[in-house]
């Protein structure tokens, strides 16, 4: 299962954490310092999710982001699906599109 959102389009994301030691001047120390930066990777929460098209009488598989759910669940399957078609991110064919 790939981790790209089939709606929106959210994939991974790198990114970089920080380590910090050392006390805060607030506190009374001599400040914090940065001493190590680490690569790191923010996963998308993908989803494999069953949707009822009523329009077509049919069943679509999508791979999709737990907002993609949300904002399907709010605005309806067959809007969704015809922005994310025409913004290139939806890749299957769909009947009725």
Excluded at 5 to 33: D, N, Y
Excluded at 60 to 75: D, E, P, Y
Aim: proline letters at 4%; glycine letters at 10%; charged letters at 30%.
């Amino acid at each position: 299962m790939s981790k790209i959102c089939e709606i929106f389009g959210t994939k991974l994301t790198v990114g970089g954490s920080i380590t910090r030691r050392g006390r805060a001047k607030k506190e009374g120390g001599i400040g914090t310092h940065i001493v190590k930066r680490n690569k790191r990777v923010f996963r998308p929460n993908i989803q494999k999710k069953k949707f009822y098209i009523p329009e077509t009488d049919s069943w679509v598989t999508l791979n999709v982001s737990v907002k993609a759910i949300r904002t399907i669940n709010k605005n309806g399957i067959m809007p969704v699906l015809r922005k994310a078609k025409k913004a290139g991110f939806l890749k299957q064919n769909v009947p009725g599109l």
